[in-house]
């Protein structure tokens, strides 16, 4: 099938997931994946040949005769153009162009379903799901089924380019593609998890700790995957700082790295980025039943949603200068606005006063007909700008009420710098959906369980419960905020007051050392090495995460 599929209103390149790999790592791919002469190799999508050109390369490095080239390596890919050009650079090794396909790669895989290769190399294309031509999509979800997987909406594109290629190896099959690190932590790709966890006998994975695509954002990883291995079977994570560490780094070093045992779940894989001691010392917490899960203390759900908050979220100016501040509902909308570990009505007046907009314009539940006239005054100023049009608001039986402004007994951060934050709230104040909104479960008290939540282990566990995709920051949803491991103090001897105030002086070392002694050491029996291991768990995890900025 020729490629004219592409759709023209959004950016080609992206769509089509067409960022080259830099030659250093599709030679160290190559080099690693490629290591007797008798072999077939397939790239499912090969774009201008990087990759073809670095298998042939490295076919030629370790004996094979150029006149044996034929027949060893497969390309496949979209365009027409760059298929085009991977076919000259095949040619320029005395390869006919059979060598590269120009198709879709689920159609390639639909008509040769004989084919079987010992290699797979590649860098899949990344297309959200939504942005992913309707033919290629389900055909790809077709072939998936087939081999027993159950890939949902949310997928992206590189999974059934991985699963599928993977699909086709020999008994003995070997892959190498670089894969972004979206794999370690989506939920999208749980199903691929366990698929990898099962299907190979050994994975192995190269992280970057900088960005190595110039061009964006992505942080990838490179995926090497053993069918069949000699030695111990499980997960290796090897971290290296550069591509030029790569062109230095010694494979055989590499297949002599500690091998961890892989859990066939659907986990994250951020925990294989610690030593097995902390592995294990992580699956031990997992398993004690003293230690609560957060969920068990608290439920955590999402801010309101206004729809525009550029109208609905004013200061308290704005709302005295149209009349309307006894029809607003005061609201936190910035993480940065808290300062404590609780949430004050001097905190909520300082906002106010620093012009932040904490005010959300909420009217009587009424007609518009009935409702007082400064609000209707705000209202028609919002209909002239067409806020009403968006679509959270048109769905709306009152376009201007915004649903679900209930007030929470505490906010969780949906996203942290530094480490993750529960905080009392004091006030009568709801929050937007940059910051969750927890309630309490009536048999647990607010403050302790705030106080308790600044732990070490509990930090630790957020770390991997969390998903970060570069740029420094964790990510939690509610659901994920509510597993997080979070044991409970079963005393009063922590002085909630002055734990607030060194947080708000930003002592945070002194408050966990506080709070580690009397919560992990002195309730729950856990050793000063054990907590130490904690705290580096934590810190290891952190630091990488924000070595990304
Ligand atoms: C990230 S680029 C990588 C290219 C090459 N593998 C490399 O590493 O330099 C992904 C490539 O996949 C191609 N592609 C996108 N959808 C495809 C499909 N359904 N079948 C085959 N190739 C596809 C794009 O045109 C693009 O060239």
């Given amino acids: 099938m020729e490629s004219t599929i592409i759709v023209e209103d959004i950016d080609s390149r992206k769509l089509r997931g067409g960022y080259y790999t830099p030659q250093p790592i599709a030679d160290f791919i190559c080099k690693w994946a490629i290591t007797e002469p008798a072999v077939r190799v397939l790239e499912p999508s090969c774009g201008d040949g990087n990759f073809v050109e670095a298998v042939?390369?490295?076919?030629?490095?370790?004996?094979?005769?150029?006149?044996?080239?034929?027949?060893?390596?497969?390309?496949?890919?979209?365009?027409?153009?760059?298929?085009?050009?991977?076919?000259?650079?095949?040619?320029?090794?005395?390869?006919?162009?059979?060598?590269?396909?120009?198709?879709?790669?689920?159609?390639?895989?639909?008509?040769?379903?004989?084919?079987?290769?010992?290699?797979?190399?590649?860098?899949?294309?990344?297309?959200?799901?939504?942005?992913?031509?309707?033919?290629?999509?389900?055909?790809?979800?077709?072939?998936?089924?087939?081999?027993?997987?159950?890939?949902?909406?949310?997928?992206?594109?590189?999974?059934?380019?991985?699963?599928?290629?993977?699909?086709?190896?020999?008994?003995?099959?070997?892959?190498?593609?670089?894969?972004?690190?979206?794999?370690?932590?989506?939920?999208?790709?749980?199903?691929?998890?366990?698929?990898?966890?099962?299907?190979?006998?050994?994975?192995?994975?190269?992280?970057?700790?900088?960005?190595?695509?110039?061009?964006?954002?992505?942080?990838?990883?490179?995926?090497?995957?053993?069918?069949q291995v000699m030695g111990a079977n499980g997960i290796r994570v090897v971290e290296i700082t550069s591509l030029e560490e790569l062109e230095n780094l010694d494979i055989a070093a590499v297949q002599n790295c500690d091998v961890k045992?892989?859990?066939?779940?659907?986990?994250?894989?951020?925990?294989?980025?610690?030593?097995?001691?902390?592995?294990?010392?992580?699956?031990?917490?997992?398993?004690?039943?003293?230690i609560r899960l957060a969920g068990e203390l608290m439920i955590t759900n999402v801010g309101l949603v206004t729809g525009i908050n550029e109208f609905f979220m004013i200061t308290q100016q704005t709302a005295e200068k149209w009349g309307i501040l006894p029809y607003t509902k005061r609201v936190v909308s910035r993480s940065a606005h808290f300062r404590g570990i609780k949430f004050t009505e001097q905190d909520f007046l300082d906002n106010a006063v620093a012009e932040i907009e904490s005010f959300l314009f909420l009217p009587p539940d009424e007609d518009f007909d009935l409702l007082p006239p400064a609000c209707q005054a705000y209202i028609r100023y919002g209909e002239s700008k067409d806020y009403h049009k968006g679509y959270k608001c048109r769905i709306r039986k009152r376009w201007y009420i915004t649903p679900s402004v209930y007030e929470p007994g505490g906010f969780a951060l949906r996203q942290v710098g530094d480490y993750p934050k529960l905080i009392v709230n004091e006030t009568d104040a709801s929050s937007t959906?940059?910051?969750?909104?927890?309630?309490?479960?009536?048999?647990?008290?607010?403050?302790?369980?705030?106080?308790s939540f600044l732990n070490s282990l509990t930090f630790a566990f957020?770390?991997?419960?969390?998903?970060?995709?570069?740029?420094?920051?964790?990510?939690?949803?509610?659901?994920?905020?509510?597993?997080?491991?979070?044991?409970?103090?079963?005393?009063?001897?922590?002085?909630?007051?002055?734990?607030?105030?060194?947080?708000?002086?930003?002592?945070?070392?002194?408050?966990?050392?506080?709070?580690?002694?009397?919560?992990?050491?002195?309730?729950?029996?856990?050793?000063?090495?054990?907590?130490?291991q904690f705290r580096c768990i934590w810190k290891k995890l952190s630091s990488r995460r924000l070595n990304r900025k």
Avoid at 154 to 170: E, H
Avoid at 434 to 449: L, S
Avoid at 475 to 481: C, D, K, L, R, V
């Fill in 261 to 290: 045992v892989l859990e066939h779940d659907t986990e994250k894989w951020t925990k294989y980025f610690l030593d097995e001691a902390e592995i294990q010392l992580l699956r031990r917490v997992r398993n004690d039943p003293r």
């Fill in 56 to 227: 042939i390369q490295r076919l030629l490095e370790i004996g094979v005769p150029e006149n044996e080239l034929f027949g060893r390596v497969k390309g496949v890919e979209l365009l027409a153009e760059e298929a085009q050009k991977s076919k000259a650079r095949a040619a320029n090794y005395g390869l006919n162009s059979t060598t590269i396909t120009n198709a879709d790669f689920f159609s390639f895989l639909a008509g040769n379903p004989a084919e079987r290769f010992d290699v797979v190399v590649g860098n899949p294309p990344f297309i959200r799901y939504q942005n992913f031509p309707e033919e290629h999509r389900s055909l790809a979800i077709q072939l998936m089924q087939e081999m027993g997987l159950n890939p949902n909406k949310l997928t992206n594109i590189w999974v059934p380019f991985l699963v599928l290629s993977a699909g086709r190896l020999n008994s003995s099959g070997k892959l190498g593609m670089v894969i972004p690190a979206e794999l370690f932590q989506v939920k999208y790709a749980a199903e691929t998890r366990v698929f990898l966890s099962r299907f190979f006998e050994r994975v192995t994975i190269v992280t970057f700790k900088k960005l190595v695509f110039k061009d964006i954002q992505q942080e990838v990883v490179l995926l090497l995957c053993e069918k």
């Fill in 462 to 532: 957020s770390e991997i419960t969390g998903r970060s995709y570069g740029g420094g920051v964790l990510t939690f949803e509610p659901t994920e905020i509510g597993e997080i491991p979070l044991p409970l103090l079963n005393n009063d001897r922590i002085d909630f007051e002055q734990v607030d105030a060194l947080i708000r002086e930003r002592r945070i070392v002194e408050v966990m050392d506080l709070i580690d002694r009397e919560l992990l050491i002195i309730q729950l029996k856990f050793t000063a090495a054990e907590v130490k």
């Fill in 433 to 451: 959906d940059t910051i969750h909104r927890v309630r309490f479960q009536p048999e647990f008290d607010a403050k302790k369980v705030a106080l």
